[in-house]
C-alpha cells in the first residue's frame, strides 16, 4: 500500500507545482504580459516618389534600306560610327540609273519636236478647214494628233522625273544624327530594291528615353504637377548607381486595363552616354515632399477584412487595435494618412498573438524614419495598396 500511495503522490506534486509556478507568474489581470517589438510613430518630411524598373529607347530609331536595287559602290560608315543628318552612308552602282535618264530625256526632246511639229499642221490645218479645202475629218485628225502628243510629252516628263529620282536613291544619306549599329550589307553586295535585310539601323541617343509604367493612381498628381513645370526622373544602374536625372517627357494616352498601369516617357541628354538603348535602369519619379507626414514601419501595418490597422500600445501596456489609411512607401516605413497623428507607439513584431487589450511588455526598435532626401539623391518608393484581410484572431478590426 505504501508503494501505491507513494505513486499516486508524486503525479499531485508535481502538478501542484506547475500550478503555483504558472500563478506566480501572471500579473493582476491574470494573464502573463505578451513579448512585442514596437517602434514610435514619427512626423517627417519625406519625398513622395514613385520607383520603377524602366527601358531605356533610342530617342529615335531609323532602318536604313534600299529604295532601288544594285551594287553596293561605295561604302561610306563603318560599325557604330556617330553620324549626322546628310551624311553619306552607302551609293549604288549609279551607271545604269544615268543611261535611264539620259533614255527618258531623248524621248521627251523627240516627243517635243513631234508636238511642234503637230501644232504647226493644226494651225495650217484652221485655215484651210475655213476655205473648206481639207475635209473636217482631216481636220479634226490632225487636232487629236496634236493632243495626243501634248499628254505623251507630260508622260515624258514624269517618266524623266522618276528616273531622276532612282537615280538621286542611289546615293543613301543618314536622315537622322545619331550612332550606326552593325553594317549588315558591306561594298560589294548586291541588293534588291525595297530588300528585307537592313543595310544599317541609325539609334539617337542624344537625347535618349527611358520608358516606365507607374500604377493608375498617380495620374492626376503627376498631371497636376506637369502643369506646374518640369517633372524630374533620375535613373540608376539595375546593379546600383546614379546615372543621370533627365524630366517626364509624356504619359501614354489611356491606362493598361490589364496591369492597371500607366505607360511614361521620361527624356535624358545622355552627354556622357551612359544610357544606352535596350538597358534596364532603376527609375524614381520625383512627385514632392510631404511636410509632417506620419510615418511608421511598413511592418507595423497590418491588413484586415474592413482596411489596414496599427496595434497602439496604451499607457498601461496594452494594446488597442487602430485603423489606418496607408499611403505610399517610403524605404522601409509607410506614411500613414489617416488614423494616426504622430507619437503614438506601434507594434512591429508579435502582432499574430495580439488581441485589442492584450497585457504587452514592450521592446522598442532601432528603426530611423527617413528624412526628405534632395533631388540629386536617390529617393525610394513605392505605392503601397492595403489588401483586405481578417487578423490574426479572424475576426475583422
Known amino acids: 500500500m505504501s508503494?501505491?500511495?507513494?505513486?499516486?503522490?508524486?503525479?499531485?506534486?508535481?502538478l501542484?507545482?506547475?500550478?503555483?509556478?504558472?500563478c506566480g507568474g501572471e500579473e493582476k489581470g491574470g494573464r502573463k504580459p505578451l513579448a512585442v517589438t514596437a517602434a514610435m510613430a514619427e512626423k517627417r518630411t519625406v519625398p513622395v516618389s514613385i520607383k520603377a524598373v524602366g527601358?531605356?529607347?533610342?530617342?529615335?530609331?531609323?532602318?536604313?534600306?534600299?529604295?532601288?536595287?544594285?551594287?553596293?559602290a561605295e561604302q561610306y560608315v563603318q560599325d557604330g560610327q556617330d553620324v549626322r543628318q546628310g551624311d553619306p552612308l552607302f551609293r549604288i552602282d549609279p551607271r545604269p540609273f544615268e543611261a535611264a535618264v539620259r533614255e527618258s530625256r531623248a524621248k521627251l526632246e523627240r516627243d517635243q519636236v513631234l508636238l511642234k511639229k503637230a501644232n504647226e499642221d493644226l494651225r495650217r490645218y484652221s485655215g484651210l478647214i475655213e476655205k473648206n479645202v481639207i475635209s473636217r475629218d482631216q481636220f479634226e485628225q490632225t487636232e487629236a494628233n496634236a493632243r495626243s502628243l501634248a499628254a505623251t510629252l507630260k508622260v515624258d516628263e514624269a517618266e524623266l522625273e522618276s528616273r531622276q529620282l532612282d537615280l538621286s536613291?542611289?546615293?543613301?544619306?543618314a536622315p537622322i544624327d545619331g550612332r550606326v549599329g552593325h553594317v549588315q550589307v558591306t561594298l560589294g553586295n548586291v541588293i534588291k530594291a525595297n530588300d528585307d535585310?537592313?543595310?544599317a539601323v541609325i539609334n539617337q541617343i542624344r537625347p535618349i528615353y527611358v520608358a516606365l509604367a507607374v500604377p493608375e493612381q498617380y495620374v492626376t498628381e503627376i498631371l497636376r504637377r506637369m502643369g506646374q513645370g518640369s517633372l524630374p526622373v533620375q535613373a540608376e544602374a539595375s546593379g546600383g548607381g546614379y546615372l543621370e536625372t533627365g524630366v517626364l517627357a509624356s504619359l501614354d494616352n489611356t491606362v493598361d486595363k490589364n496591369t492597371g498601369?500607366?505607360?511614361?516617357?521620361?527624356?535624358f541628354p545622355n552627354d556622357k552616354l551612359l544610357l544606352w538603348p535596350g538597358q534596364f535602369v532603376r527609375a524614381t519619379l520625383n512627385l514632392d515632399s510631404r511636410q509632417g507626414a506620419v510615418l511608421v514601419p511598413s511592418r507595423a501595418v497590418q491588413p484586415g477584412s474592413k482596411g489596414a490597422f496599427v496595434f497602439v500600445v496604451t499607457d498601461k501596456n496594452t494594446v488597442e487595435m487602430r485603423s489606418v489609411t496607408a499611403g505610399a512607401i517610403v524605404d522601409e516605413f509607410t506614411i500613414i494618412e489617416d488614423g494616426l497623428s504622430g507619437g503614438e507607439t506601434v507594434v512591429t513584431e508579435g502582432q499574430i498573438r495580439l488581441t485589442p487589450g492584450a497585457a504587452v511588455q514592450v521592446t522598442m526598435a532601432k528603426d530611423q524614419a527617413p528624412a526628405a532626401k534632395s533631388s540629386e539623391s536617390t529617393p525610394a518608393a513605392a505605392p503601397a495598396q492595403a489588401a483586405p484581410a481578417t487578423d490574426a484572431g479572424g475576426k475583422a478590426p
Open 197 to 199: 535585310r537592313d543595310l
Open 55 to 72: 527601358t531605356v529607347e533610342a530617342y529615335s530609331s531609323v532602318a536604313i534600306k534600299t529604295r532601288v536595287g544594285g551594287q553596293i
Open 16 to 22: 501542484c507545482t506547475l500550478l503555483l509556478a504558472a
Open 169 to 173: 536613291y542611289t546615293l543613301i544619306s
Open 3 to 14: 508503494l501505491r500511495f507513494h505513486r499516486l503522490l508524486f503525479p499531485a506534486l508535481v
Open 261 to 267: 498601369t500607366i505607360k511614361l516617357k521620361a527624356v
